[in-house]
């Protein structure tokens, strides 16, 4: 009776040994573990990496400034329109002396207005390409991260005060090192080609 299962034997060892070449052969390019999750609080990258603090510095400091100008022109129309009222109030003053004067300071005003709502929108453009600049940056760095260390999917941390993961393995947190590797790849932001 041996004798008849003997080829059958021969047939599932031979079976066994090459499933089990095929399990160490194929191992190390088989996951059996399901993804592989890293998270990164884009929150703190947006606040601590140094491209963005350069940037918000860049923007107060123009804003700053742009504001200044603007209280030393306001200053002047305001010397000039105290000048007008002045000269109304004045009896051998002429009305059409004056109209033109306040007509002049009119288009003055008008043309100012104009000019610092046209600076403030080019503040406002050159700070939202930088700022994509640096968010482009920013992607192609978690994008190389994560193919350089095999991680399948990235979660954002923090949303709008909301934590995503609750709990999690300190290892699994990659912020500290996009941060760096994105002040790294941008040291400065003036460098930045637009």
């Given amino acids: ?78 010397k000039e329109y ?31 207005d104009q000019h610092f709502h046209h600076e403030r929108e080019s503040i406002k453009q050159k700070f939202e390409r930088t700022a994509l600049a640096i968010e482009s940056e920013l992607e192609s760095i978690i994008r190389n991260f994560s193919k350089k260390y095999k991680i399948d999917l990235f979660l954002n941390t923090a949303t709008n005060d909301q934590r995503i993961a609750l709990v999690a393995d300190d290892s699994l947190n990659h912020t500290d090192a996009i941060i760096k590797l994105l002040n790294k790849r941008i040291p400065n932001i003036q460098e930045i080609k637009e």
């Fill in 82 to 112: 105290d000048e007008l009222q002045s000269l109304q109030q004045k009896k051998h003053a002429k009305a059409e002396e004056l109209a033109k004067r306040k007509s002049a300071l009119d288009i003055k005003v008008a043309e100012l």
């Fill in 1 to 78: 009776m041996f004798k008849r299962f003997t080829p059958y034997v021969f047939h599932v060892v031979l079976a066994v040994i090459t499933v089990t070449a095929a399990y160490f052969v194929l191992k190390p390019n088989y996951k059996t573990t399901g993804l592989t999750i890293g998270l990164v609080n884009m929150e703190r990258v947006r606040s601590q990496a140094e491209p963005f603090q350069q940037l918000h510095k860049q923007d107060f400091d123009a804003l700053a400034k742009a504001k200044e100008h603007l209280e030393v022109l306001e200053k002047s129309m305001r």
